[in-house]
């Protein structure tokens, strides 16, 4: 990576201000019920504590409050798991700005201040100078650790850059380091698997990945306008009219380039969504069904796709796998990348995330990206402003 990061710099008596994803889920009782997110930074936390740091201060969003002090978002819960996790008393402020939280910052005992949600200032959104620095003025260096969040210029995300030394946490590194190698020096064959529901939501990652990969996998919803496309019949199965010819455009494409593409061969389909009982295995589908999952067949050909594989791509769901009678598709494939053995497998982050976590197999994977839409757009080819905005090591040319 060509980034400077936090291994990088002198930290010792620096107060060290972080940008973290602590955007948690919560209950209705606001306790949070996954805290993965938490857990995931607490490796940069400690290696900064580590260096003798003279503060670490924390800070993220929770929700969309829209510039707005809501007390149901207020990061509260967060601090007391941190706490927890990290073993040490953390200090939580009510605001993230201003006199009594620099005040409140440097006559603290304890090391490490959780700032409150930077959201709840409308001029973080708006990346808003003077917001940016007045974070900037809380500390002597800026670290992100916040890939989610890196595909926005936001005042914690790049304002802040502007005003102090900005270098990758850990969380951050990792992502650059898995994303970038797939996108840039894959070991080949280079596969891609694209699923979910849209294609316009996946169009320019495929272009950009057509030139890189040996075959691209199509899946999930986004299957039935590519197989419009070659004039299948899709019945209700969700479909994007206006991209059809596009769709037709990109397998053209994908053939001249000689990139493979796997298509949907049989499908699992339902009348309708509620009534699952009534599914059936077919390989054309009737009119007045929906397709919502990807049939045995098609699994058993995906899986020998996959078999010549030395980099697997995954962003996306082969069905809805939301609903438990239509997740056997995606859990198959799932389950086979994960017996695959010297293969760099990487999930992008979003459903395609959660469906790994829901069939308990994060730790067969190499990488799972913490960010949906960040991982989208890295994937893309995009430069994200939150990574653009650190501090190059020296003699590297930016990314
Ligand atoms: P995306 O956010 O584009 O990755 O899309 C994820 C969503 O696509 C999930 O909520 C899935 O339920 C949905 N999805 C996957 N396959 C299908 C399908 N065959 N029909 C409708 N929705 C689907």
């Not at 306790?31 to 740091?53: H, N």
């Not at 924390?58 to 002090?69: K, N, Y």
């Not at 206006?242 to 339902?270: P, Y």
Request: hydrophobic content about 40%; overall charge positive; some cysteine.
């Amino acid at each position: 990576m060509n980034k400077l990061t936090i291994k990088d710099i002198n930290l010792k008596g620096k107060r060290v201000i972080v940008r973290v994803d602590f955007n948690v889920p919560l209950d209705d009782h606001l306790k949070i019920t996954d805290d993965r997110r938490i857990q995931a930074s607490l490796p940069t936390i400690q290696y900064i504590l580590g260096q003798k740091a003279r503060k670490v201060i924390l800070m993220s969003h929770l929700g969309r409050p829209d510039g707005q002090a809501i007390n149901d978002m207020r990061l509260r819960p967060v601090a007391q798991r941190l706490q927890e996790l990290l073993g040490e008393r953390v200090l939580r402020l009510e605001d993230c700005i201003g006199d009594t939280v620099q005040k409140a910052i440097d006559t603290s005992s304890e090391r490490v201040i959780l700032l409150e949600n930077l959201r709840f200032h409308k001029e973080e959104i708006k990346n808003d100078p003077n917001f940016a620095h007045q974070l900037a003025l809380l500390a002597d260096i800026y670290v992100n650790d916040a890939f989610g969040t890196a595909h926005r210029a936001h005042a914690s995300t790049e304002g802040i850059t502007k005003y102090l030394p900005s270098v990758a946490g850990f969380l951050l590194e990792t992502e650059i380091t898995y994303l970038g190698k797939a996108i840039q020096n894959p070991p080949k064959p280079f596969v891609v698997i694209l699923g979910g529901a849209k294609v316009s939501d996946k169009i320019l990652l495929i272009e950009n990945l057509i030139p890189k990969a040996n075959a691209i996998i199509i899946g999930g919803g986004m299957a039935y306008t590519f197989l419009k496309a070659q004039g299948k019949k899709i019945g209700n199965s969700i479909c994007e009219n206006d991209k059809v010819d596009l769709a037709r455009e990109l397998m053209v494409k994908a053939k001249a380039a000689g990139v493979q593409v796997a298509l949907t061969e049989d499908f699992l389909i339902v009348e309708s969504f509620d009534k699952p009982q009534g599914r059936k295995i077919v390989k054309e589908i009737p009119d007045g069904w929906e397709a919502v999952d990807i049939g045995p067949q098609t699994r058993a050909s995906y899986k020998k796709v996959l078999a010549t594989a030395k980099t697997v791509v995954w962003n996306g769901p082969m069905g809805v796998f939301e609903i438990n009678e239509f997740a056997e598709g995606t859990k198959e494939i799932a389950q086979y990348l994960a017996t695959l053995k010297g293969v760099t497998t990487i999930i992008g982050g979003g459903d395609s995330a959660a469906a790994i976590t829901k069939f308990g197999l994060e730790r067969a994977m190499t990488h799972i990206s913490t960010g949906g839409g960040a991982s989208l757009e890295f994937l893309e080819g995009k430069e994200l402003p939150g990574i653009v905005a650190l501090r190059d090591k020296e003699g590297l040319v930016a990314r």
